[in-house]
């Protein structure tokens, strides 16, 4: 069955985009607990993961989103945050329609301004927000240039999205989540909210800078940063001085004049982009703190890496993966050594002492071989 609110005349679609919300999904951390989550995917196989697939559009597009809410219990929405569309399209409950279980809605919109924006469901905001239901949209120059911030504007050689955000556990619990829909009865809302986990890109802690997750650049690169937030603290990003950062856009719109600074302060719902300048350096650190809005003080400092791929830090001699991606069978070794292989939460999933490992049993992905202290990525098909 399918929704038809949100449809306005256009003379053709352009784009097309399935999302569907899930209400069932687990995240897992880099201190190996977990907790449930709400989420988007793409398809039905995928698992739910935080933040949810990142949307991406031209300027000037006619772009059409199916929602399929196959979730149990309540409706969800998709609100198009910082998007100049019509009202009915916004994904505001009251203002526009909800999208019951099993259902599919429309949202019509043309794509303003190439720039930064977020997506989230607004039905019970405040939980199903802290839940996992949000991710990035992307609107690209008219032409879908990769290497453009916008039309005719200054070009870079690559780019990197950050999203933050925070996870308080306690609301997570089924007890929190799993609520009816009756919009005489008040959503259950904790009395207070006290993080445990900062999250960037759905990684916490150590994940943040493992080599699995380092941002990787050639030297004398240009790299444009999306700088994202969605929680419910501030965040920092701050960089190293030596990239000479420069904030160029704000909330999908242009500065009237770019900001220097090594240091971008993004509150919940802001977007900024920023260009970064490498040299010849072989690494670089960004700092993220999240910062309490009410006592403004940091709870979380964190830190992640930009390193250059000419260092080859997947490359030691004693170490030579293939084939790699694999279809199962994976060598690394011209004698037995230990190894252990975790997915990228850092999970356990093989361990042993081999020039080999059959990665039959696993699901296709990204994983992390580790071996002599080292860590080096391999893909299962």
Not at 16 to 33: A, E, S
Not at 166 to 171: A, L, N
Not at 210 to 235: C, H, I, S, T, W
Not at 329 to 357: E, N, R
Request: one cysteine or more.
């Amino acid at each position: 069955m399918s929704l038809l609110f949100g449809q306005i005349a256009f003379g053709q679609i352009d784009y097309t985009k399935l999302i569907i919300g899930r209400n069932q999904g687990t995240h897992y951390f880099h201190d190996g607990d977990s907790t449930r989550v709400f989420g988007f995917t793409e398809t039905l196989s995928e698992e739910t993961k935080i933040p949810g697939p990142t949307i991406e559009v031209n300027y000037g597009d006619s772009v059409k989103i199916d929602f399929w809410n196959v979730s149990q219990g309540a409706p969800h929405t998709i609100h198009l945050h910082g998007l100049d569309v019509d009202q009915q399209n916004d994904g505001v409950p009251m203002l526009s329609f909800e999208v019951e279980h099993m259902l599919h809605g429309y949202y019509y919109f043309k794509a303003p301004h190439p720039g930064t924006y977020l997506y989230h469901c607004h039905v019970g905001s405040t939980v199903h927000l802290q839940a996992g239901m949000y991710g990035l949209l992307i609107v690209r120059p008219s032409n879908g240039e990769m290497n453009l911030n916008w039309d005719n504007g200054e070009s870079y050689d690559r780019e990197f999205s950050l999203l933050a955000s925070e996870i308080d556990t306690v609301w997570h619990n089924d007890t929190i989540l799993d609520h009816e829909h009756d919009p005489m009865m008040p959503l259950m809302v904790p009395e207070t909210f006290n993080a445990q986990y900062f999250v960037v890109n759905g990684l916490s802690g150590s994940q943040l800078n493992d080599p699995a997750n380092y941002m990787y650049f050639q030297p004398n690169e240009k790299v444009y940063m999306r700088l994202a937030n969605l929680g419910y603290y501030g965040v920092r990003y701050i960089f190293e001085s030596a990239l000479n950062a420069r904030t160029v856009a704000s909330d999908g719109r242009p500065l009237p004049n770019e900001q220097l600074g090594d240091t971008i302060e993004v509150l919940p719902g802001e977007r900024y982009e920023t260009f970064l300048q490498f040299g010849n350096q072989s690494s670089s650190i960004l700092t993220v703190e999240h910062f309490n809005l009410n006592t403004l003080e940091v709870s979380a400092s964190q830190e992640m890496v930009f390193w250059s791929s000419s260092v080859g830090i997947d490359e030691i001699s004693s170490v030579s993966i293939y084939p790699n991606p694999t279809d199962d069978l994976i060598y690394f070794s011209d004698s037995p050594v230990d190894y252990d292989i975790t997915d990228i939460t850092g999970k356990a999933q093989i361990k042993g002492f081999s020039k080999s490992s059959s990665l039959s049993r696993l699901p296709s992905g990204i994983y992390l071989l580790r071996i002599e202290g080292r860590t080096y990525r391999i893909i299962k098909n």
